[in-house]
């Protein structure tokens, strides 16, 4: 078999799908990004990662590449079928075949924040340390564990998985099934969500966020609860694990807050006589997700 001489990462997310290809050495080479299109159903998601890898391609004279796909949720060890995806059409598809079947390449298939937790532990904020755990606060919540330079899946390919942790069993619906997960409280989409159940007004993230900074009441409690929420899920994720760093990704990554109030919401129930965690921002930005699938590939 001929050495690959670049890799390439295509992560996959409910509103864009964004590619990368590399050299070995880690340089960038080409860097491009469509819409997902998501109502299109599933073979015409393939059909857009399809479109976008061979730009990649054509973008690399078509040499020999290693290719690696980060998306949401993971593949069923007993299925092979793609599980706990929030673009729920994927579910119970057969993603990774349809995939090889539309690239004509081998490829491996990882969950987005595993993918985002590997570039950071490698190559950004959590470099040099043994346990990171990274996670993305986006539009959903996700979670992924690197030992000692390699991502964790776990048998049931269930590690990280923090944002389906439940933390109010009385709290709203997930897609899941369950009431009350980290993901309905500290994503983005949970936020505007439960913002909206209690004022009865729909307002995107980054405007709760803003109207908390301008002292607007009702962004100041949602944002208040925010913190609560997040202070709470850290604490039981460091009960738990342990890890040696937490790196934040995702749009809601960008809240400077998160880094004071945040971490002292976290201090103030964490399991032990002080927090000694460092819980800090990504360093690779929007980048991470698409070079952690660039590193992950076969």
């Known amino acids: 078999m001929t050495a690959a001489s670049y890799r390439i990462g295509i992560d996959l997310g409910g509103t864009k799908i964004e590619g990368v290809a590399l050299d070995m ?7 491009r990004r469509i819409a997902t299109e998501a109502e299109g159903g599933p073979q015409h998601i393939v059909q857009r990662i399809a479109q976008l890898y061979a730009g990649l391609v054509y973008a690399i004279d078509d040499v020999p590449h290693t290719l690696g796909v980060g998306t949401p949720g993971a593949v069923s060890v007993r299925t092979s079928l793609l599980k706990n995806s929030n673009t729920v059409c994927l ?4 993603l990774a075949q349809m995939l090889e079947a ?5 490829l491996r298939l990882e969950n987005d924040a595993n993918c985002f ?5 490698l190559i950004g904020a959590g470099r040099g340390h043994d346990c990171v755990f990274g996670v993305i606060m986006g539009t959903g919540c996700g979670g992924g564990i690197v030992l000692q330079g390699q991502v964790r899946t776990g048998p049931q390919s269930l590690a990280g998985e923090w944002g389906h942790m439940v933390i109010d069993p009385a709290g709203s619906p997930c897609y899941c099934g369950a009431r009350g997960c980290v993901e ?32 607007e009441a009702r962004c100041v409690a949602a944002m208040d609860e925010f913190y609560a929420r997040f202070g709470q899920a850290a604490a039981n994720l ?15 990554s960008n809240i400077d807050a998160l880094y004071k109030r945040g971490v ?15 819980i800090l921002k990504n360093e690779l930005g929007d980048s991470a997700g698409v070079i952690g699938a660039a590193l992950v590939g076969i």
């Open 25 to 31: 050495e880690g340089r960038e080479i080409e860097r």
């Open 238 to 252: 460091i009960a738990v694990l342990d890890p040696d760093i937490i790196v934040l990704g995702g749009g809601l």
């Open 91 to 94: 579910n119970g598809q057969p």
């Open 184 to 215: 309905t409280f500290i994503s983005g989409g949970g936020l505007e969500q439960r913002f909206a159940a209690q004022y009865g007004e729909p307002l995107p993230a980054d405007a709760i966020h803003q109207g908390a900074l301008a002292g």
């Open 264 to 278: 002292e919401e976290v201090a103030a129930r964490v399991f032990s006589d002080e927090l000694t965690t460092p």
């Open 102 to 106: 539309a690239l004509q390449h081998p």
């Open 117 to 121: 937790a590997l570039a950071e532990a």
